[in-house]
């Protein structure tokens, strides 16, 4: 099989690569735009690989990407390339809305007009796999029922907004031009190479630097946590086995407060970096109250129960192994994550300011 893969040089996308070319025998090809967020050094374990190769392209450019349709002739395709960072997309939505909507619709016009050309059957399977949020759910405050598949869209973010767009998108053109579409909505993700703007890793250098661990109001804010290599082999399950036409939520079964999660990635460190920077008693003491994010939402939990009846599928770790791997791994991997801080992969426009779940 020949796998198209958008923003593959993300986190989320970059994890998908290294699963496939890791595991599988399978062709990829990854398409990416190399924006702040996207890093190949995140794939250099996978990058002599003859079964792997990148083309630095942008979504929005329909004759670039229509080329790379027509000379890689994939079997499927995975759409994870996105703008994704809620503060981003509170000071700035412009970027948003042209990569996370003009951009899905752009491919979805290409994939039709290639998909006419090459006249797939029904033997060949073709998957336009477009990956998501639950954000696109808006906010789980004061009730306790978790995000189906059949949840209605309440987004309240700019982000999440333009993320719903982007699924109706796919299901419209689903429906109405008869293209082969699975959707995913997935709940927060974490792990190794993660970009350093996310709650997790930014806590964990920030602490290693002895810098405020800065938490948004009072830090109750409750997430259901993924561990990306999970996320990665769930994808990949749901592209091969998933029904054409439908939708998943994929889980981590991990509910935590922001809060929880930060004293937790302090304990972690007590014990994994003792050795800690000068005048400071507890990486704990560090923890700083900053005034809330406009419309922040309370809380994400995903129902997954679906992709484990229907296909088989259920997360490996849990969350106290992950943040432990997650933890160890930006211990043992200074290199990668200086290179990024220090500006020799590209940054974010504004630079690094609050962190994000």
């Given at each position: 099989m020949k796998i198209l893969i958008t923003g593959g040089a993300g986190f989320i996308?970059?994890?998908?690569?290294?699963?496939?070319?890791?595991?599988?025998?399978?062709?990829?090809?990854?398409?990416?735009?190399?924006?702040?967020?996207?890093?190949?050094?995140?794939?250099?374990?996978v990058e002599s690989s003859p079964n792997y190769s990148f083309s630095q392209i942008d979504i929005c450019d329909s004759k670039a990407f229509q080329k790379a349709l027509n000379e890689f002739q994939p079997n499927a395709i995975m759409h994870l390339a996105a703008e994704s960072h809620v503060d981003k997309s509170i000071?700035?939505?412009?970027?948003f809305i042209m990569t996370n909507i003009f951009g899905t619709y752009s491919m979805l016009e290409c994939t039709r007009k290639y998909l006419a050309k090459f006249n797939f059957n029904d033997e060949d399977r073709f998957v336009f796999h477009h990956v998501s949020t639950d954000e696109v759910y808006g906010d789980l405050d004061g009730t306790y029922k978790l995000f189906t598949e059949d949840t209605s869209y309440q987004p309240s973010s700019p982000y999440s907004a333009t993320k719903a767009s982007s699924d109706h998108l796919v299901r419209a053109w689903g429906r109405t031009f008869n293209l082969p579409i699975i959707i995913t909505?997935?709940?927060?993700?974490?792990?190794?190479f993660h970009f350093p703007e996310k709650l997790i890793p930014h806590m964990i250098l920030n602490a290693l630097d002895g810098k405020p661990?800065?938490?948004?109001?009072?830090?109750?804010?409750?997430?259901?946590?993924?561990?990306?290599?999970?996320?990665?082999?769930?994808?990949?399950?749901?592209?091969?086995?998933?029904?054409?036409?439908?939708?998943y939520n994929i889980g981590g079964h991990n509910q935590k407060t922001n809060l929880e999660v930060v004293n937790q990635i302090c304990r972690l460190l007590e014990?994994?970096?003792?050795?800690?920077?000068?005048?400071?008693?507890?990486?704990?003491?560090?923890?700083?109250?900053?005034?809330?994010?406009?419309?922040?939402?309370?809380?994400?939990?995903?129902?997954?129960?679906?992709?484990?009846?229907?296909?088989?599928?259920m997360p490996s770790e849990t969350f106290d192994s992950g943040l432990r791997k997650t933890v160890r791994w930006f211990i043992d991997n200074e290199l990668w994550w200086q290179d990024v801080l220090s500006g020799k992969y590209k940054l974010n426009r504004q630079g690094f300011s609050k962190s994000e779940e």
């Open positions: 996308g970059s994890a998908v690569i290294r699963h496939i070319v890791n595991n599988t025998k399978h062709q990829v090809l990854n398409i990416d735009k190399l924006t702040y967020a996207g890093n190949l050094s995140s794939l250099q374990s000071d700035s939505p412009d970027d909505n997935c709940s927060n993700n974490y792990g190794p661990l800065p938490v948004y109001g009072d830090g109750l804010q409750v997430r259901d946590w993924l561990y990306v290599e999970d996320h990665a082999e769930a994808l990949f399950t749901i592209l091969c086995n998933g029904e054409l036409g439908n939708t014990e994994l970096a003792p050795n800690k920077p000068k005048n400071i008693k507890n990486y704990s003491d560090l923890i700083t109250h900053v005034n809330d994010r406009p419309g922040h939402d309370k809380h994400y939990a995903i129902d997954a129960s679906k992709l484990t009846t229907e296909i088989g599928w």
